[in-house]
Structures are given as structure tokens and as C-alpha cells.
């Protein structure tokens, strides 16, 4: 059992090592397609390591940044901008690996303290309230800095109670990451019906479709931008967290991994705000499509929200014409390869390369006829469903299991 009167003991006690990494010289200009992990914020999530927009450096970049490298089992936390305060584990799947000096590495004595317990009290509810209010106590940027890491108190049970209480908690993480399988499952099944039918033209009654010129008779080509009612970007403001809760400023950073679920550290536009600058309010239905960071032209779909949201200008709005394209189509022809890599082509910055709306838009799209766009949209839409629905039963787990770690760790359940 926890014991309830130990007192909490401060983090730097605890660990061998905690700092943060550094970027190399050159920046974007020195990642290579594979070579040694380099961690960068936005692979890290509160418990989950994403390789989305992983980077990679060569050997000799890797050596003269030894001092941050990454062991199995270190604790990885995000200590600036907005992602900061966010948490996980290193998967051994990504090492070797360095991290860029947005996120800091703790790793544990392990005979003091596990670092899966470190890892579920960081990202436990109180903890994150505390290191988000420690974060915005320094300036205009948020930031963790060491100190701040080193002087953290955290409850202390004996070893065997944080292996117990991990043990549980994990059994709750491993039902979230079976139903995550599911859903990569039910994505990519949606991917490959795309793939077959719009690109490797093997849709229902292809065999009666004359093709010239690579285009199916009956289809035509257009601009992802012309297929819209609109095509707007979101709204420039000069001061993103105004207090008040009336509408959430989305940013790319607020948006799942592989749909749209927004996570953590909300900013917050007023309503005077919001109509002195006319902005632009996201509906469910509309797609936002990222002009940066990578993967540049990424899109989601826009689905019901229990709040009113605008969205920040690195991000595009589209509102596709039902007329001339069904979402779900459009959805998946921006998501796909051949789109993606047409917007990365066309994005421009030597540090933080971005895509311009005008050249976004002006990209083209085969346009097949409605009914058989409708076809795959049924099948697609379904699928969807399916993820959103596996998406509320982890937010239900997560929830459990987040009412739970307190009592677990202040002794009121024992273990």
C-alpha cells in the first residue's frame, strides 16, 4: 500500500540526469531521410510518442550531440511553446535518438523511482495544471526550465507500490492502445479503398470506362480550391490568449495525430474580438488543411465540438461544393501522397517552410462524377464512425484511468 504520510520528494533527488537538447547547426537543412532520431516536440504527446514529422540526422551531427542522448526507458517532457508540459516514454523503436532543445530528458535512478510512475504522475491532471501555470509564470513564452524541473515534488511511495500502481494504470493503457490499432486499422483500409478506386482506377465499372490521357471519360480535372464554396485562411490575432472562454483558437498543435481530436493547452479568442476581425468560425463539415509545419497540406475533417472554435492563419479553411465534390473524397485526396508531396514542393522558408493558400489551391484534383465519389464516401463515412466511436471509448478509459492515478498514489486505493 501507499504510503499516505511519506512526504513528496523533489524530482532532481531522484534522477541521474535531467536537460534538455539542442538543435543542430543548420536546422532543417542537416535532416535526412533516415540516420539517427532526432525528438522534437511535436513527436511528444501525454502519453504517446508520435513519428509523425520524425527528423533524422547523420552520424557525425549525432556524435557532437552525445550529451543529449536518448536511453530506453527516459522520460521525455516538452518545456516550451504550446505543446509544453506534455509527457511521455521513449519507445525503443525510435534509438538511437537526440532531442532539439524544446524537450527535456529525466531520466530516473532506477532504484529510486520508476519511470513509468514519473510518467503518469507528470501527466496526471494536477501535475499538468501545476507545470502549464509553472510554465506561464516566466514571461511571454511559455517555458519549464531545469530548475523548475529539479525542484518539482512528487509523492514517493516504495518501489514495489510504483510498480503496482503502474501495473494497473497500464492495464487501462493497454486497452487505449489496442482500440489506437484498431482505429490505424479502419484508417488505413479507408487510404487503400481510396488508393484503389482514385488512383490505381479500379473503381466499380471500370472496365466499361474508356481512359485517356490518364483521366476516366466522365471526369474532370480541376483545383482544389475551384471545387469549394470557399477557400479561405484563418484569422491573424494580435493577442492569442484574451481570457474567457467564448471561442477556442485552434492551432495545428491542438490536432490529433490522424484526425480531428483537439488536445491540450487551449488558447482562447473573446467575442468582441471575434467580430471586430470578422473571423472565420469552423463548423463541422469544413476541412482544415495545414499550410505548415510538416506534413505540409495535411487535412481533417471538421466533426462536432461542444465549443465554438476559429482557427489561427497556418491553417486553411476549405468548404467543399457538394455539387462538384463529396468531402469525404476531397478529405482523402488532400491526405494523399501525391498532394502531399505536390504541397511540399511549392512551400517556401529556409527554417519553417510553409505553403501559400493561392499555390495550395491552385493544385489540381480529378473530379470523378458524384455517384461513385458518393460510393466511396458511404463506405468512408462508416468507417469513420467507427473511429469516433473507438475515440469516445478512450476518452472514457482515459478518464478512468486519470480519476484514478490520485487515489492510487495518495493510498486511498492500495495496491
Not at 485526396?333 to 505536390?342: D, V
Request: aromatic share 8%.
Amino acid at each position: 500500500m501507499t504510503d499516505k504520510t511519506s512526504s513528496p520528494v523533489q524530482l532532481g533527488t531522484l534522477c541521474s540526469k535531467i536537460g534538455s537538447g539542442v538543435t543542430p547547426r543548420g536546422g532543417d537543412s542537416v535532416y535526412i531521410s533516415e540516420g539517427v532520431s532526432l525528438i522534437r516536440s511535436q513527436n511528444v504527446y501525454n502519453l504517446e510518442f508520435t513519428s509523425d514529422g520524425l527528423a533524422y540526422i547523420d552520424e557525425k551531427q549525432a556524435e557532437k550531440m552525445d550529451g543529449v542522448t536518448v536511453l530506453e526507458n527516459d522520460v521525455l517532457l516538452n518545456i516550451t511553446g504550446d505543446s509544453v508540459a506534455r509527457c511521455c516514454i521513449v519507445p525503443s523503436s525510435v534509438l538511437p535518438a537526440r532531442v532539439n532543445q524544446h524537450v527535456s530528458i529525466i531520466r530516473t535512478d532506477s532504484t529510486k523511482l520508476n519511470p513509468h510512475y514519473l510518467m503518469y504522475y507528470l501527466t496526471s491532471p494536477y501535475a499538468q495544471a501545476y507545470l502549464l501555470s509553472l510554465a506561464g509564470s516566466g514571461g511571454t513564452r511559455k517555458a519549464l526550465t531545469k530548475s523548475m524541473i529539479e525542484a518539482l515534488k512528487i509523492p514517493l511511495p516504495s518501489l514495489s507500490a510504483q510498480d503496482n500502481i503502474v501495473s494497473v494504470l497500464s492495464a487501462y493503457d493497454d486497452l487505449i492502445e489496442n482500440n489506437r490499432r484498431r482505429i490505424d486499422l479502419l484508417e488505413q483500409s479507408a487510404r487503400m479503398l481510396y488508393k484503389e478506386w482514385f488512383v490505381s482506377l479500379r473503381f466499380p465499372g471500370h472496365e466499361h470506362v474508356k481512359v485517356k490521357d490518364g483521366v476516366p471519360q466522365g471526369w474532370e480535372i480541376s483545383t482544389v480550391a475551384d471545387v469549394c464554396n470557399s477557400f479561405e485562411d484563418g484569422d491573424w490575432i494580435e493577442s492569442k490568449d484574451q481570457g474567457g472562454e467564448d471561442y477556442r483558437l485552434l492551432q495545428i498543435s491542438n490536432i490529433g495525430e490522424d484526425d480531428f481530436v483537439e488536445t491540450g493547452n487551449f488558447r482562447y479568442v473573446t467575442e468582441e474580438t471575434f467580430r471586430r476581425l470578422r473571423c472565420n468560425e469552423v463548423k463541422p463539415g469544413d476541412i482544415l488543411i495545414s499550410r505548415m509545419p510538416e506534413p505540409i497540406g495535411r487535412a481533417w475533417y471538421v466533426t462536432e465540438q461542444p465549443w465554438k472554435m476559429i482557427t489561427a492563419v497556418d491553417a486553411t479553411i476549405a468548404r467543399p461544393n457538394p455539387e462538384r465534390v463529396n468531402s469525404f473524397y476531397y478529405l482523402y485526396h488532400i491526405n494523399s501522397p501525391s498532394h502531399l508531396a505536390a504541397c511540399a514542393a511549392r512551400a517556401t522558408g529556409a527554417t519553417r517552410p510553409r505553403v501559400t493558400r493561392k499555390n495550395m489551391g491552385a493544385l489540381p484534383i480529378a473530379v470523378p462524377p458524384l455517384n461513385l465519389q458518393n460510393e466511396f464516401s458511404n463506405i468512408a463515412s462508416d468507417l469513420h464512425r467507427m473511429k469516433t466511436n473507438l475515440r469516445v471509448q478512450n476518452k472514457q478509459l482515459q478518464q478512468a484511468r486519470d480519476l484514478l492515478l490520485p487515489r492510487l498514489m495518495n493510498g486511498e486505493i492500495p495496491v
